[in-house]
């Protein structure tokens, strides 16, 4: 009831496209929902965040969109440039405690 | 304001030994978060230190532990080394229990 599933594991956009990744939930207790980037080499960085009240955050070029019934929730990215390229992770928790419970991961790859 | 700081960067131990990394949390955060990131997977929550309290563990065994001094910074130790402690180990702070915000990992690898 921990899990969280991310999907695709790799996505490979043309530059302009829209990457969309997707991730679903188990525990109804889990309120928090961050988006976080990782480049090679580098720690994950926050990139948007969306609580259960909203279904859908923009912030740029990066769009949450939240399903609460469904227990889903997917990133999209607009206009998807080559510096996009990089492994996108989702992650949920209790806000509570912020102990947060990650997907696998995206590789995400932009092509000019 | 400095960010979330990790040392070292890169560590290379052998079977049963232990080994100590450390985190400096970012100014004005009083909560650290350490997470174990094997390669090619999602990171993994270790344990959590609010107040140099323990604040909630993962699913990791005993051997591994931690602490958090007055300034906030934070230690993670692990005892015994097996192969498959091999990942890179991400520290992240917080105000409170927050958005938390990563370090750039230490990558351990064990022979």
């Known amino acids: 009831q921990q899990q969280v599933k991310q999907s695709p594991q790799s996505l490979i956009v043309q530059k302009g496209g829209i990457s969309i990744i997707n991730c679903a939930y188990e525990n109804t207790a889990f309120d928090y929902f961050p988006w976080y980037q990782q480049f090679p080499g580098k720690g994950p960085a926050l990139l948007i965040a969306i609580r259960p009240d909203v279904s859908e955050k923009k912030e740029g070029r990066f769009t949450i969109s939240f399903n609460k019934s469904a227990k889903q929730f997917s990133l999209h990215i607009m206009d998807s440039q080559p510096g996009d390229s990089a492994t996108y992770f989702c992650a949920a928790s209790n806000s509570s405690n912020y102990q947060l419970i990650w997907g696998a991961g995206t590789k995400l790859i932009i092509k000019p | 304001e400095t960010g979330v700081t990790q040392s070292p960067t890169h560590l290379i131990k052998t079977r049963g030994q232990q080994v100590t990394l450390r985190c400096s949390s970012q100014?004005?955060?009083?909560?650290v978060s350490w997470y174990q990131q094997a390669l090619g997977q999602g990171p993994q929550f270790i344990f959590q230190y609010y107040r140099e309290e323990e604040n909630g563990r993962g699913n990791f065994p005993p051997r591994f532990s931690g602490l958090q001094f007055p300034n906030y910074s934070s230690e993670l130790n692990v005892n015994a080394l097996e192969l498959d402690d091999s990942a890179l180990y991400l520290c992240?702070?917080?105000?409170?229990?927050?958005?938390?915000?990563f370090g750039p990992g230490t990558r351990l690898t064990v022979l």
């Open positions: 100014s004005g955060h009083n909560t």
């Open positions: 992240a702070s917080s105000l409170g229990l927050g958005t938390q915000y």
